[in-house]
């Protein structure tokens, strides 16, 4: 992206960037869909499962988890697609705006 940035012209387009994420975005549909439902599994089982809790309290000892819990990392696909939608926002009010001469 930086390159494409960096090399930018008024005929420039960034739309093949999306196009390129796009067969991603049915994943990302079922992924959404089933996100409480995962939510919801995994509070019932840190209630009744002793293997479970024991796992969840085994992942906590890695650094390369950021002391983040499971909860926390099912989130991040969420955020991610997110992040999408809010960059398409700035981007078409950035790229619609009249642009000044210099």
Known sequence: LRKR?????????????FLDLYPQFPLYEQYICNYDNA???IASQ???????????????????LNTLD????????VQHLALHEVL?????????????RI
């Open 5 to 17: 940035v960096d090399e930018w012209t008024p005929s420039s387009l960034i739309s093949d960037i």
């Open 39 to 41: 939510c919801r599994f």
């Open 46 to 64: 840190t209630q009744k499962n002793k293997n479970f809790i024991k796992f969840l309290q085994e992942t906590k000892k890695y650094k390369e």
């Open 70 to 77: 499971l909860s926390a990392l099912l989130y991040f696909p």
């Open 88 to 100: 398409l926002a700035v981007s078409y009010t950035h790229l619609t705006l009249p642009t000044k």
